[in-house]
């Protein structure tokens, strides 16, 4: 047991299976079989790598007439151990394992199932053949992780598949299921029934030889086709470094393929220890612990059999597809018998749509649709485990909507509010059992976005709280959890950083200029852009809500005022911060009037600000309201932040995060952008503990 990490271990039993804990060796009937087994994913550690090597030799030995390699469990091999990014590489890397496949003198089949990706494809793509379950994944997610694939993956999958499809598949990490990539050539067979059997029978049934993807030459397309593919890639990778690499790489797979694997190699490990990789990887971890909950088990959580909604409005909708395509029936109630079916026919049209699209089957529309019910009355919610509500932001409405829940479910329950701003301790505070209430707080569209945060109120049960975070992980959804607060974690934060976007604007900064600056930075869009698109309304009746108890000490911005007063709601009424006539935001004299007005209704002398000065006062506001809040305990970590900002905001993932960011900052300069951000805001500014934040973020031990 002592040579476990060290090669192939003999254990003794009739069949002469050997193993080194990662890779069990077998022969079966002059097929040697290699059996990679690393659970829970069968990540390509240095242990798996070992093992294959081994087991190469192994079946050279036995004089194998073939190998097929599997994986154990659930899949092939997720692709490599993340852990070991950190560090030089051990030795063997996955290019010597592939070395040794493509040199052994016998056909070596990958047999897929579950997901093969990152360096789980590229060893398969190393293989002579790939025989594969009809829903295996496949994929190359490493330019989602700031690089690009190294172990030949940009020089294999083209030459199998062409060059204008593997740039599409690496550029944009997508995953395809292998029935989907027979037709291609990147699997050679699909297996009905067992995967070993099905893959010993296409060894044996017909003499097959050595086909090694390096030798081939990718199937002939135009240039044109290929340059659309990158082009199409480049708009969509925002102009990062290893997406041009990738391209770069795919366009030389005609080229030696030795000397192209080496540049692959060289590129991918320039870019692995580079700081966007290094970046993302940071926010890869954070996502995961973000997910976990000192103290909860997960298993401990209520079961949930049928969802509840509770609403059938923007979010409503959104809530009952996400929880339909994870494969939940849905009970959608509605106030009255016309709202209802006007949110039932919204839903079947939009499954039409993704029909139409290809991006499901007409089994798995016709499954939903089935799964889907509409009622009117909350005695129609009975037979549901978990209800969420996603009706009107009202208070006095949602108290209601509880009240009748409580009459109305079994015991065990679990009641969810997807408010976005309301207390939900006051919300549940009436009922007989607020221990089975809790806060799931979607993103609008709810289908697509990935952001959950999990809000647990100060009487929020420990099952209660399992449960939200189960459904997250059935709805494939990255949960945050939250403690009650205005806005929990995202919404607080984005108020404050569209707060220092408004004061920039008043003190002298067009709204153009500060959105050209957050793209600049890596946004997709500006807060003023994303202001217009959700509409100025909603902003607008909060501020009159709160006109009454409004800080004086804090400095107000009275622009978007003026322009709701105006008519101008954002795209919706055709104006908002900018002009929409042309379909196009554009800069608005009339906008730059009210602006110019209210700055002289302030007193405030405008000034120009540079683009990197607009940057950095937005990002220290978003620190600064992110450690007032780590402060309070709304989020657990600092980390919290970095995810919930990346999935739910927009913020640019290769950076980290803000916080993540911010750590890397120069700590002078950092401090001198929070002393101007306090100026801007006024006297009673409140200024987060940043430095400890970051501190924590920094120090191993405590994230
Ligand atoms: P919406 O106005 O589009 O939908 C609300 C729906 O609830 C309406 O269809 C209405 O008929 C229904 N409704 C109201 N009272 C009801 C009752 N007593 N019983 C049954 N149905 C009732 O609003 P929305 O944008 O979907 O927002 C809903 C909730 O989600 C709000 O709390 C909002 O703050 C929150 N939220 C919204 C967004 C967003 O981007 N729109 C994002 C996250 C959270």
């Not at 030795?258 to 996502?287: K, N």
């Amino acid at each position: 047991a002592g040579a476990k990490s060290q090669g192939v271990l003999t254990v003794k039993t009739e069949t002469a299976v050997r193993s080194n804990g990662s890779v069990i060796y077998r022969m079966d009937d002059r097929i040697a079989v290699l059996e990679i087994s690393n659970p829970p994913v069968n990540a390509s550690s240095l242990a798996v790598r070992m093992g294959l090597v081994d087991g190469l030799a192994r079946a050279g030995a036995d004089c194998a007439a073939g190998v097929v390699l599997i994986g154990a469990g659930k899949c092939f091999v997720a692709g490599s151990d993340l852990r070991e990014f950190e560090l030089p590489l051990s030795k063997p890397e996955l290019p010597d394992v592939i070395a040794a496949i493509e040199a052994a003198e016998f056909p070596v089949v990958a047999a897929l199932h579950g997901v093969a990706l990152g360096g789980g494809l590229e060893l398969a793509l190393g293989c002579d053949y790939r025989i594969a379950k009809p829903d295996a994944q496949l994929g190359l997610p490493e330019a989602s992780l700031g690089m690009v694939p190294g172990a030949g993956g940009t020089q294999r999958l083209p030459r199998l598949i062409g060059k204008s499809r593997s740039i599409g598949m690496i550029c944009q990490a997508t995953r395809i299921p292998a029935a989907e990539a027979l037709p291609f050539g990147l699997v050679d067979a699909l297996a009905e029934g067992d995967l070993l059997d099905a893959a010993l029978t296409f060894l044996r049934d017909t003499p097959r030889t050595k086909r090694r993807a390096r030798d081939l030459t990718p199937p002939p397309e135009p240039t044109e086709t290929v340059q659309a593919a990158a082009d199409q890639v480049l708009r969509r990778g925002r102009g990062r470094p290893n997406v041009a690499e990738a391209i770069r790489l795919v366009q030389g797979a005609d080229g030696d393929a030795s000397a192209m694997l080496a540049d692959e190699r060289a590129v991918f490990q320039t870019l692995r220890v580079g700081p966007e990789a290094t970046a993302l990887r940071a926010l890869f971890f954070a996502e995961r612990r973000a997910a976990m909950v000192d103290s909860i088990d997960l298993k401990s959580a209520r079961p949930v059999r049928r969802v509840g909604v509770i609403g059938g409005g923007t979010m409503g909708q959104g809530i009952a597809r996400a929880v339909l395509a994870a494969g939940l029936p849905v009970t959608l109630l509605e106030r009255d018998a016309d709202a209802l079916k006007r949110a039932v026919d919204a839903i079947g049209t939009h499954l039409q749509g993704q029909l139409a699209k290809g991006r499901i089957d007409a089994g798995q529309a016709d499954a939903r649709r089935a799964a889907l019910t509409g009622v009117f009355d909350t005695a129609g919610l009975a037979d549901c485990d978990l209800v969420i509500e996603a009706v009107f932001e009202d208070m006095g409405v949602k108290r209601e909507v509880l009240a009748g829940l409580e009459r109305t479910l079994p015991a065990e329950a679990v009641i969810a509010s997807n408010t976005s701003y309301l207390d939900i301790d006051e919300m549940s505070a009436a009922l007989d059992h607020p221990d089975r209430v809790i806060g799931l707080h979607f993103f609008s569209p709810a289908d697509v976005m990935p952001l959950l945060e999990v809000v647990r109120a100060r009487s929020t049960a420990p099952d209660v709280l399992a449960a939200g975070l189960a459904l997250a992980r059935r709805l494939s959804k990255q949960p945050v959890v939250a403690k009650v607060s205005e806005g929990f974690i995202g919404n607080r934060i984005y108020a404050a950083y569209r707060r220092r976007a408004e004061l920039l604007a008043l003190d002298g900064a067009t709204p153009q200029a500060v959105d050209a600056a957050v793209t600049g930075f890596g946004f997709a869009m500006g807060p003023f852009a994303v202001a217009d698109m959700s509409g100025l309304d909603i902003a607008w009746a909060m501020r009159k809500r709160q006109a009454a108890t409004r800080d004086p000490g804090l400095r107000y911005v009275t622009i978007p005022d003026r322009l709701c007063e105006a008519g101008r709601l954002g795209r919706k009424t055709g104006a908002g911060w900018y002009d929409y006539a042309t379909g196009k935001p554009q800069p608005d004299p009339a906008v730059a009037e009210i602006i110019e007005t209210e700055r002289r209704a302030a007193g405030v002398t405008s000034r120009d600000f540079p683009g990197e000065e607009i940057q950095r006062q937005l990002m220290a506001a978003i620190v600064n309201e992110a450690a007032c809040l780590i402060d309070e305990g709304v989020a657990q970590r600092p980390s919290d932040v970095d995810v919930t900002m990346c999935n739910g905001y927009g913020f640019p993932r290769w950076t980290g995060g803000p916080l993540y960011w911010a750590a890397r900052q120069d700590r002078g300069r950092l401090r001198a952008d929070l002393t101007q951000l306090a100026q801007a805001s006024g006297p009673a500014h409140r200024a987060g503990p940043v430095g400890a934040v970051l501190g924590r973020l920094m120090s191993a031990t405590e994230e």
